[in-house]
Nanobody, 123 residues
């Protein structure tokens, strides 16, 4: 079983910055595709950014140029640096790990989520 623990959320003024962290337990981190998602009140969960095991990144159009996802495989941690925050960035942010474990003659896909961390952008 893998546990993902997010931290770094909080209250910030518009234009401010926050850095979210997601620490993963277990031995699968280095070959997992990691992602950050968010869910605002009354809305569906949406993708914010992803980073593959090889380091390729992908961003939602709404955060391009403002957010940066990165990973440190030595620390089993993925980060989300959020700059120029806007009130519409207010949401619970969730960390996600997914991938496939290959065994002899079989494979298992996995998809794990953290408990979420609240980000509130308000003056």
């Amino acid at each position: 079983q893998v546990q993902l623990v997010e931290s770094g959320g909080g209250l910030v003024q518009p234009g401010g910055s926050l850095r979210l962290s997601c620490a993963a337990s277990g031995s699968i981190f280095s070959f997992s595709n990691m992602g950050w998602y968010r869910q605002a009140r009354g809305k569906q969960r949406e993708l914010v950014a992803t980073i593959t095991s090889g380091g390729s990144t992908n961003y939602a159009d709404s955060v391009k140029g403002r957010f940066t996802i990165s990973r440190d495989n030595a620390k089993n941690t993925v980060y989300l640096q959020m700059n120029s925050l806007k009130p519409e960035d207010t949401a619970v942010y969730y960390c996600n790990a997914r991938g496939t474990i290959h065994y002899t003659g079989s494979e298992r896909q996995y998809d794990y989520w953290g408990q979420g961390t609240q980000v509130t952008v308000s003056s």
